[in-house]
């Protein structure tokens, strides 16, 4: 009788642990292009927040291009200007122009200082930190009186920008403006050690730019 | 033993008295107020105390600006004033103080005193040398004279004037050529010597004599017409007769320049040759009486400026050790009861500070010392007695910087190599001045904003504060057989303040980010 038994809830063991579960089948929210989930609901953009996503992501293509930044320390402004030309860029401040080149992954770094060149290899690797305005998503700004401005909850992902060389730093206010299809400018202000700087961020000649290296290609 | 005690005690209220007291048989200072500080190296101390000469009791507010210029090369005298080019001229110190900051960028005045007793225009009583040129050697009253070496060293007396002389210099400041002149205003009496006509004497100065004319940057001239010193570059050279040009100068001889060792980018000087222990002086001022001697108090003064009257008085100083000083007295201030100082108390009043040489200057309403602050301001440390600072026409000043060398001559005609300019200049992330050796170099001077600095290799440190620089470099030789290079082309850098320097190297990691695929 005990061997039946033991034999019995064997046999029922074995039964129970080949039994599988059910999945449990659960609701999937597929939003379209023009809506955004919220809270498991699919909310319609605004035509705003359609427009801004379209400028961000046509933004966040370009290769050519001009950016200008110009910074206000102290009452005194300093002008930086980048110019883009795909795999050649350029960066130039009152005393030099620094170019960098990525041909097939070789990169190097040419700075012309009083017509002087200096050569020397850089790195490729790319640290995403320092794409600024190209990993932006509009879900940060609102507009307000006409430009898009970013939300207060949103001001670390800007900061993060500047974190690592101004570990003190913090974000006071930032807006931006934009054409039909790529944002125009951006003017933020930045607090360092009790300092406000005022860094404005200007981008132009999209797809206009044609940038010769120093001694030719 | 209360005896014991009492002497005891009276030993250590002596000894411990709040106001130390300089015991001198004749002479005390007992002083209520005393502050010492230091600025750049040199010592500003201000006394109010109570001073006692010979029984006589006077309350004095005395201010010391001293430093030991013989043992540190980068703090130096030098002399200034206001005086205008083609004439003479007052001002008050601290106008002077910006004109010396302006007329040389290697030194930093710290601080001074007025100088020199002078007329109404301006013009000193006594030689005057800025810079070895001698502007004026004197009305003749054979006062002293105070000079000042490049070694540190002071020299004090009567220089020795031998005469005019002409001095050729070129572009760099060295000199060409260095010959007597026979006389102002006058013609050559032989075919080897030189004379100089000015503007002062417009007489026809008549041909078939050489006539080198100099375009005149400064002239002075005595309020009598009588001593003079001029400064300028060549404009042309004729046989012609002519008569002296307005601002300018006509070198005179037989052949004098036919060989064209004088072109247009020399400038010469024409002064009186000063001599004697004053021989290659590069400041000097005239004083008046001598209050210290080795030592030794002035007892009897035979002229002076009211040597017994109570007046404000400046005095300069010399120690055993070499440190040089200025001291003012204030007075005339009746509400107070500041009166001033006899000459004999001043002289007491240098000894208390250690002078073995002291000399009195122009005091009264001229009286002034300033001195810079924390803020770059000068300030006056004294009450001037005129409620102003007086318009003077000189004063001497401690200054922060080093001397400018003197080059070796040059000589003609000049055959030596001139070095290639370097190349290659810029600026690497360090901060340093880079570039190419020059093949015979000596050396290189460094030129920013206008003060040289001297490398001995192709690179040089940039340690400016944030500003915009404008830097020159030239090659130099060894004077001998290789010359100087001409500068390159001014290169404009910007020193950015830290942050910035931060922003720039931030955007470029952008850069590079956005270039890489």
């Excluded at chain 1, 960066?91 to 060149?117: A, K, P, R």
């Amino acid at each position: 009788m005990k061997k039946l038994s033991v034999l019995i809830l064997l046999i029922i063991m074995i039964f129970l642990s080949s039994c599988k579960k059910e999945p449990v089948i659960e609701d999937v929210i597929s939003c379209t292009d023009i809506q955004i989930e919220v809270d498991g609901e699919c909310i319609d953009l605004t035509g705003q927040q359609i427009q801004l996503r379209n400028v961000l992501e046509n933004t966040q293509e370009i290769t050519n291009y001009e950016l200008l930044v110009t910074i206000t320390e102290n009452e005194i402004e300093y002008e930086i200007m980048m110019m883009f030309d795909d795999n050649k860029s350029a960066i130039q401040t009152l005393n030099q122009i620094d170019y960098y080149t990525d041909y097939s992954g070789v990169c190097e770094h040419l700075v012309v200082m009083n017509e002087v060149i200096i050569i020397s290899s850089a790195d490729c690797n790319i640290d995403d930190t320092y794409l600024f305005f190209k990993n932006f998503d509009y879900t940060w700004f609102s507009v307000i009186d006409g430009r898009y401005s970013l939300n207060q909850e949103n001001y670390t992902d800007i900061e993060e920008f500047f974190l690592e060389t101004f570990p003190s730093s913090s974000l006071e206010s930032f807006t931006m403006s934009a054409t039909e299809a790529f944002i125009a400018d951006m003017i933020l202000e930045l607090s360092i050690d009790d300092e406000i700087y005022i860094i404005e961020l200007v981008i132009s000649s999209i797809d206009q730019v044609d940038l010769v290296l120093p001694g030719g290609e | 033993m209360m005896k014991k005690i009492l002497s005891i005690l009276l030993f250590f209220l002596v000894v411990n008295s709040p106001n130390f007291t300089h015991v001198e048989s004749l002479f005390r200072v007992n002083y209520s107020e005393r502050t010492t500080e230091y600025i750049d190296g040199v010592r500003h101390t201000k006394m109010v105390a109570m001073i006692n000469y010979d029984g006589t009791e006077t309350n004095q507010t005395i201010n010391y600006l001293g430093t030991n210029i013989s043992t540190h090369s980068d703090l130096n005298i030098v002399v200034g004033d206001n005086y205008m080019n083609y004439g003479w001229g007052r001002g008050d110190l601290n106008t002077i103080i910006n004109n010396v900051n302006g007329r040389y960028p290697n030194y930093g005045v710290i601080g001074g005193v007025n100088g020199d007793f002078y007329s109404a225009t301006g013009y000193p009583v006594e030689a005057y040398v800025r810079n070895f040129e001698v502007l004026s050697p004197g009305l003749g009253y054979e006062r002293t004279v105070i000079g000042f070496l490049d070694n540190g060293e002071t020299v004090f007396g009567r220089p020795e004037f031998t005469g005019y002389e002409l001095l050729v210099f070129n572009s760099d400041g060295a000199l060409k050529l260095n010959v007597p002149i026979e006389g102002i205003n006058m013609l050559p009496t032989s075919d080897e010597l030189i004379t100089v006509y000015f503007e002062n004497i417009q007489e026809l100065i008549i041909g078939d004599l050489n006539k080198v004319i100099i375009n005149a940057s400064d002239i002075k001239i005595d309020d009598w017409g009588m001593i003079f010193f001029g400064k300028g570059e060549l404009n042309y050279q004729t046989n012609d007769e002519l008569l002296p040009p307005l601002q300018g100068m006509v070198i005179v001889g037989k052949d004098f320049n036919e060989d064209e060792l004088i072109t247009e980018t020399d400038y010469v000087v024409v002064q009186q040759h000063i001599g004697g222990e004053f021989e290659g002086v590069r400041f000097a001022i005239g004083a008046w009486e001598e209050l210290v001697k080795d030592g030794v108090a002035t007892e009897y003064y035979s002229e002076g400026a009211g040597p017994s009257y109570r007046h404000p008085r400046t005095a300069i100083g010399i120690k055993e050790d070499g440190t040089v000083f200025f001291v003012t007295i204030d007075g005339r201030d009746y509400i107070n009861n500041f009166l001033g100082v006899t000459a004999y108390e001043l002289a007491e009043i240098m000894l208390y500070f250690d002078a073995v040489q002291a000399y009195n200057l122009d005091g009264g309403g001229s009286t002034t010392m300033s001195l810079i602050n924390d803020e770059s301001e000068y300030i006056y440390l004294n009450n001037p007695s005129d409620g102003a600072p007086r318009a003077v026409a000189n004063g001497l000043f401690f200054v922060k910087g080093e001397h400018l060398p003197v080059l070796d001559k040059v000589p003609f005609p000049d055959l030596r190599e001139i070095l290639e300019i370097p190349t290659n200049v810029y600026i690497d992330i360090e901060g340093n001045l880079n570039f190419d050796g020059v093949l015979n170099s000596d050396s290189y001077l460094i030129n920013i904003d206008g003060v040289d600095y001297d490398s001995s290799s192709n690179q040089y440190p940039l340690d400016d504060l944030p500003g915009t620089y404008s830097i020159m470099i030239k090659t130099r030789g060894d004077q001998l057989d290789y010359k100087d290079s001409i500068y390159t082309e001014v290169i404009i850098y910007t020193v950015y303040t830290e942050n910035m320097q931060k922003f720039i190297n931030l955007f470029k990691e952008y850069t590079k980010s956005e270039t890489s695929d």
